[in-house]
C-alpha cells in the first residue's frame, strides 16, 4: 500500500513539473528562461524517486500475488517471468522504464516542446497499469477501464497543473493563472463525469454503496465536491496563497484514496456459473450477429469515446471561436468531421465493435471503417487548419504559444520523416503483414490494452496515410499529384495482396484466441478468417478508389489553378509591354 501511495504520488510530481515546463512558464521563442531552472531541479529529483517507488510498487505487487513478503519473492527467474509473461508485470515494467526515461532525459530539457515528449511518456508510464486495474474483472468492461483510464489521466493534469503553481514565482504565477484555469476546468470536467460513469459500473444501485468499499467512493465524491468549491475561490482569487495549498492536498488525497480502490474488487454477488468467455474479453458472448444486432448494440469503450468526445469539444469549440469573430467554417467540413466521428465511434463502441472482439470477420470490417473510411472523413474537415487558426498565441511577442508549438511540430524533422510518402506507406499497409502473419495478432486481441492499441494504430496510420494523400492541412512537405497517384496504385496493389496471401492461409493467425471463446455460432473459426479477408479486400478497395478520384479532382483543380495565376501574369506582362510601347511611341512622337 505504501509503495502504491509513493508511486502515485511521485508520478502525479513529475506530470506537474513538466506540464509547468511544457505549458505554463514563460519561454522565448520555445527555449525555457531561468524561470525553469526551479521547476528543472524539482523534476530531477521527484523522477529519481518515482523509479524507486515505481521499482518497488513492483515489487510489492509481485509479492502480493504469491502472498509472501517481499524478500521472498527477490529471485531473478520469479521476478523475469513475472515483468515478461504476466500482462500486470509487463505494464509495471513498462512504467519502470519510463519513469527511467524522464529522470535520464530530465536534466537535458532545454525547450517546452522537449518537456511536451517527456510528459506523453510521463503519462503513459502512468496509465499503463491501469488497464490491468480490478474493474476489468467487473461488467461494463470497456466503459469501466475506459472511464478509469481518463480519471486518472484527468487528476493527473489537475493535480500537475494546479501544483505547478506552487513553484513558481510570483510574476510567473500570475502569468501561468490563466492557463491554469483553462487546464483544471478541462480536467476537473473528465474528472467529474468519468468519475461518474466509474462508480456507476463498479456498485450500480445495490447495497455495496454500505460496504467500506462504497464508502470510500463517497468520501472520494465528497472530497471531489469540495475541492471543486475550493478552486472556484481560487479562480475569483481569494486568498490564493492560503486556499492552494489545501486545495492541492485535497487533491492528492482523492488520488491514494483512487490507489486504494484499484487494490480492492468491490463485493459483488456470486453468480451461478463461471463466464468464461467474460473473464477472457470483459463482455459477455452476444447472441449471434443480424443486421439489426449490428446496427443498434452499443458496448461502450470508454476511453475511445472519452477521446472522441474531446476531440468534439475541441473542434466545436473552434468554430465557435471562429463564429465569434465573424469568419464562417464550411458546414462541409463540420458534416465530414461529424461523419467521420459517428463511424470511430460505431466501429469501437457500436454492434460493430462488439462483434469485433469475437468474429475475425467483423474484426476486419471494424479494421476498415477504423483505418481507411473514417480517417477520409476526418482529414477532409481540416483540423489542423481550424486549430491554426484558433489556437491561442504566445502571452507577449516573444513566445510562441499554443499554436505556436504546433506550427513546431509539424515543421519539425520527425513530421517531415512521417510524412514522406514511402515512410507513410510503409506504416499504412506494412503494419498489416506485421501484424497478421506474425503472433502479435492473438497477444493484442488477448488483453485489453493490446485491443486498445491496435485500434489506435489503425486510426492512426489511417489520418497519416490519407493526409499525404487527400490531405488539405498544412503539409511541411509537399507531395505532387502524380506521386499521390502512384501511393494510391500501390496501397491498392498491397491492399489486395494482402488480402489474396490471407484467404489462402490453411491455418488460423490468431494463436488460439478465437478457439478459446468457444462461441455458439460461426464455429468454422477457418471459414470465417477467409471470409473476413476477402471482407477486407472488398472493403479496403472502395476507399483508395475514392481516394484516387478525389487525388485526381484536387490535381485538376491545382491545374487550373496555376493557369489562372500564369494567365494573370501574362496579362500584366503584356499590359506592362504595351504602356512600354505606347511611352516610347510618345517619345519618338516628340
Known amino acids: 500500500m505504501i509503495f502504491e501511495i509513493a508511486n502515485t504520488g511521485a508520478s502525479v510530481m513529475v506530470v506537474a513539473a513538466l506540464v ?58 520469479v521476478i523475469r517471468s513475472f515483468a515478461t509473461q504476466i500482462t500486470l508485470g509487463r505494464l509495471l515494467t513498462f512504467q519502470i522504464v519510463m519513469a527511467l526515461l524522464v529522470s535520464i532525459l530530465s536534466s537535458r530539457v532545454k525547450k517546452n516542446d522537449g518537456a511536451l515528449w ?23 468492461h470497456g466503459l469501466a477501464i475506459g472511464s478509469l483510464v481518463i480519471h486518472v489521466l484527468g487528476l493527473s493534469f489537475w493535480i500537475g497543473s494546479v501544483s505547478s503553481l506552487l513553484l513558481m514565482s510570483t510574476e510567473a504565477r500570475a ?24 462508480a456507476w459500473t463498479r456498485l450500480r444501485i445495490s447495497q455495496d454503496w454500505f460496504t467500506s468499499y462504497g464508502a470510500l467512493i463517497a468520501l472520494k465524491i465528497t472530497l471531489t465536491i469540495a475541492v471543486l468549491v475550493v478552486a472556484s475561490l481560487i479562480r ?4 490564493v496563497d492560503r486556499l492552494l495549498p489545501f486545495e492541492v492536498s485535497v487533491l492528492f488525497a482523492i488520488m491514494s484514496i483512487g490507489a486504494i480502490l484499484n487494490r480492492f474488487t468491490p463485493v459483488e454477488e456470486v453468480s451461478g456459473s463461471f463466464d468464461k468467455t467474460r473473464e477472457l474479453v470483459g463482455i ?82 471494424a479494421h476498415m471503417v477504423l483505418s481507411m473510411i473514417a480517417p477520409i472523413a476526418i482529414i477532409l474537415s481540416a483540423p489542423i487548419t ?47 503483414f506485421a501484424l497478421y502473419f506474425t503472433p502479435l495478432f492473438g497477444e493484442l486481441m488477448s488483453s485489453h490494452f493490446g485491443h486498445m492499441v491496435m485500434d489506435l494504430h489503425f486510426i492512426g496510420a489511417g489520418l497519416l ?42 491455418s488460423l493467425i490468431d494463436g488460439g484466441y478465437y478457439a478459446l471463446l468457444e462461441r455458439p455460432w ?69
Open 20 to 77: 509547468s515546463l511544457a505549458f505554463l512558464l514563460p519561454e522565448r521563442d520555445g527555449w525555457l528562461t531561468n524561470e525553469a531552472h526551479k521547476t528543472q531541479r524539482f523534476l530531477v529529483m521527484t523522477s529519481g524517486f518515482w523509479i524507486l517507488a515505481a521499482i518497488g510498487n513492483f515489487l510489492a505487487t509481485l509479492a502480493r500475488i504469491f502472498d509472501s513478503p517481499i524478500n521472498e519473492v527477490l529471485k531473478a527467474n
Open 118 to 140: 517527456l510528459l506523453i511518456a510521463a503519462l503513459a508510464g502512468v496509465l499503463a497499469p491501469v488497464f490491468q486495474s480490478h474493474s476489468s474483472a467487473l461488467g461494463s
Open 175 to 198: 502569468r501561468a493563472f490563466t492557463r491554469v484555469s483553462t487546464i483544471a476546468l478541462w480536467s476537473s470536467t473528465a474528472v467529474v463525469l468519468s468519475g461518474a460513469m466509474n
Open 236 to 239: 475569483k482569487s481569494i486568498s
Open 284 to 365: 459477455s458472448m452476444p447472441d449471434a450477429p443480424t443486421l439489426s444486432r449490428v446496427f443498434f448494440e452499443y458496448e461502450a469503450n470508454g476511453l475511445i469515446l472519452g477521446l472522441l468526445i474531446f476531440v468534439t469539444a475541441l473542434y466545436i469549440r473552434g468554430v465557435v471561436a471562429l463564429s465569434r469573430r465573424g469568419v464562417k467554417w464550411p458546414v462541409g467540413r463540420t458534416i465530414s468531421f461529424a461523419i467521420g466521428i459517428s463511424l470511430l465511434d460505431y466501429a469501437t463502441s457500436g454492434g460493430l465493435g462488439l462483434y469485433a472482439h469475437f468474429s475475425f470477420q467483423y474484426h476486419m470490417m
Open 386 to 432: 481550424l486549430a491554426l487558426r484558433t489556437l491561442p498565441i504566445g502571452r507577449d511577442k516573444d513566445e510562441r504559444g499554443i499554436r505556436g508549438l504546433l506550427l513546431s511540430f509539424l515543421h519539425s524533422k520527425p513530421t517531415a520523416l512521417w510524412t514522406h510518402p514511402i515512410i507513410a506507406l510503409a506504416i499504412f499497409d506494412g503494419s498489416l
Open 465 to 506: 496515410f490519407f493526409h499525404v494523400i487527400v490531405g488539405i492541412d498544412p503539409n511541411p512537405r509537399r507531395v505532387h499529384h502524380l506521386v499521390r497517384v502512384v501511393m494510391l496504385l500501390a496501397a491498392m496493389s498491397i491492399h489486395a495482396f494482402f488480402s489474396v496471401a490471407l484467404m489462402s492461409a490453411n
Open 522 to 590: 460461426a464455429t468454422d473459426l477457418l471459414s470465417d478468417q477467409k471470409v473476413g479477408a476477402a471482407i477486407g479486400w472488398a472493403m479496403g478497395e472502395i476507399p483508395i478508389v475514392v481516394a484516387l478520384i478525389a487525388t485526381f479532382i484536387q490535381w485538376m483543380r491545382s491545374d487550373a489553378r496555376e493557369a489562372s495565376r500564369a494567365d494573370k501574369r501574362s496579362a500584366v506582362d503584356l499590359a506592362e509591354y504595351n504602356e512600354y510601347l505606347r511611352k516610347l511611341s510618345s517619345r519618338e512622337d516628340k
